[in-house]
């Protein structure tokens, strides 16, 4: 009898543990469909930007929180772009503090650091209009943004200038040379794509 009843239970836990794994997999497959839209609308939002390729890697991250949503999709791209570009700024006014660097070169820095710095208050001021977005002002809003995030891109591109006229003169040493190009670069990118996506949303209602 003993022997039975020991049955029994391994049959019912084993019995149990199926169920366990059914539901488990039921519930994950019920939540890829939802992650796989949201993964190709970004996929497919990006591929009207500059660089597609750093966009959706970019904003995949983020699926969850954009899901469907054009605007999200937008907002988040700009949130994205202004933490790389406050994280560049930082980088460069450290590096120009380093020992060793010429007045020229602290100089370069110096001004990559200023104009940055409008570059992230106009993502900031993007952001915030965004956020305010209704249809009774829809058309003056997106106007302005896309003007602060086309000065943006400006801005970044000029530091990238005013560092590729410095490196031809006498420059920072290589690798520092090779760390601001890359960052630089990149978040100009980033507000590239931003822009991309911005121009869409304008014309989503035009």
């Not at 020991?6 to 836990?13: D, G, P, Q, R, V």
């Not at 104009?115 to 058309?139: H, Q, Y």
């Not at 995030?149 to 031809?168: I, K, N, P, Y």
Request: charged content about 20%.
């Amino acid at each position: 009898m003993e022997a039975i009843s020991s049955s029994k239970h391994l049959i019912i836990t084993t019995l149990l543990i199926i169920v366990a794994s059914s539901f488990s997999f039921t519930t994950e497959a019920t939540e890829k469909p939802y992650q796989q839209a949201s993964t190709v609308f970004i996929k497919t939002s990006c591929s009207s930007t500059t660089y597609p390729r750093l966009c959706f890697a970019s904003l995949v991250k983020h699926a969850e929180s954009i899901q469907n949503d054009r605007l999200q999709l937008t907002c988040t791209a700009l949130n994205v772009t202004l933490a790389a570009a406050k994280s560049t700024s930082a980088m460069i006014s450290t590096m120009a503090k380093k020992q060793g660097m010429k007045p020229r070169e602290v100089a370069a820095m110096q001004d990559c650091v200023e104009v940055l710095s409008d570059s992230v208050d106009e993502l900031r001021r993007s952001i915030a209009e965004l956020g305010n977005l209704k249809t009774s002002n829809f058309e003056m809003t997106m106007s302005d943004v896309q003007t602060w995030v086309s000065a943006a891109l400006t801005d970044e591109s000029t530091c990238t200038d005013g560092f590729r006229q410095q490196q031809s003169e006498d420059a920072v040493n290589e690798d520092d040379k090779s760390a601001v190009r890359v960052r630089v670069v990149q978040t100009a990118q980033l507000t590239s794509n931003a822009l991309a996506l911005i121009n869409r949303l304008a014309s989503s209602r035009g």
